[in-house]
C-alpha cells in the first residue's frame, strides 16, 4: 500500500474507532508496518490539519477528535472517481441526484493537488446510462420510503394493464438493470414489485403505512445486498 492510500486509511480507522481510539501496536499490525511508521504517520496526518489526539499509558492511543471535519486527505483521487463512476452508471437510483450533489461538495473539498488528479483520471471513465426516470416521480418516492407514508401510483403492468393503486414502501431493489419499489399493494393486498420505469405517476399521502416489513419481502438472491456498506 502506497504511503498516501495508508494515510486516507488511517484516517478513516481513527475516525472509526470514535472515543476509544487505536494503540499504536493495534494500527501498526492492522497496516503490516512498523510502530515508528505508524507514529510518522500519525504526525504527517496531524501536521496536514486532521485532529489527532493522543491519550498516553495503558490503555492509551490515537484517535480523531469527535465532530471536527476531517482534512483534504480523506479521498484519495481514485476513491472520488469510484463515487463519481458510481452516481454516473446509476441515474434512476434512489436519491441519485442528492448522492450526486454529495459528490460535487466532496469534490470542491478536496486539495487542489487530490482534484485535478481526479478530474484526470475521470475522463477515462466513460458510463452509458439510459435516461433516468421522471424527477418527481422519484422524488415522491424518495419521500414516500423517508417519511414511511403510503403512496398512490399509476401504475402500467407488463401485459399493458393501467391501474391505480395505493403501496405502502418497504424497500427499493435493483436487479437485471432494473430498479424496483417493493410495497405492500393496497389493491392486491400483498407484496408486489413494480418497475419504477412504468410508474406513471406517483403521489404521496397522509396515510402513515401499516408496520410491512422486509422480512415480507421473502428470501433476497444469495447475492443481495444493503447498500450500508457495512458487513
Not at 492509551?60 to 454516473?88: K, N
Request: net charge positive; proline share 6%.
Amino acid at each position: 500500500m502506497k504511503r498516501v492510500e495508508r494515510l486516507h486509511a488511517l484516517s478513516e480507522m481513527l475516525r472509526r474507532s470514535g472515543r476509544r481510539g487505536l494503540s499504536a501496536e493495534r494500527l501498526a499490525a492492522a497496516f503490516e508496518v512498523s510502530v515508528r511508521t505508524i507514529k510518522r504517520d500519525l504526525d504527517a496526518l496531524e501536521n496536514s490539519g486532521a485532529p489527532v489526539w493522543s491519550r498516553p499509558g495503558p490503555g492509551g492511543g490515537y484517535g480523531l477528535a469527535g465532530g471536527a471535519s476531517l482534512p483534504p486527505v480523506s479521498l484519495s483521487p481514485a476513491q472520488a472517481v469510484a463515487l463519481m463512476a458510481a452516481v454516473s452508471a446509476a441515474p434512476d437510483a434512489p436519491y441519485a441526484d442528492l448522492a450526486a450533489a454529495g459528490v460535487r461538495k466532496i469534490m470542491d473539498v478536496l486539495d487542489p493537488k487530490t482534484r485535478a488528479q481526479a478530474d484526470e483520471l475521470a475522463h477515462r471513465v466513460w458510463v452509458n446510462a439510459l435516461p433516468a426516470s421522471s424527477r418527481a416521480i422519484k422524488s415522491a418516492l424518495e419521500e414516500a420510503m423517508a417519511e414511511q407514508r403510503v403512496i398512490r401510483l399509476r401504475y402500467t403492468a407488463g401485459d399493458g394493464t393501467a391501474t391505480t393503486r395505493d403501496v405502502e414502501p418497504v424497500l427499493f431493489a435493483a436487479t437485471n438493470g432494473q430498479w424496483y419499489l417493493v410495497g405492500w399493494c393496497r389493491l392486491r393486498d400483498a407484496m408486489r414489485w413494480f418497475t419504477v420505469s412504468r410508474i406513471e405517476r406517483a403521489v404521496v399521502t397522509k396515510t402513515a403505512c401499516s408496520g410491512h416489513g422486509i422480512h415480507e419481502v421473502g428470501e433476497p438472491p444469495a447475492n443481495a445486498r444493503p447498500v450500508h456498506g457495512r458487513g
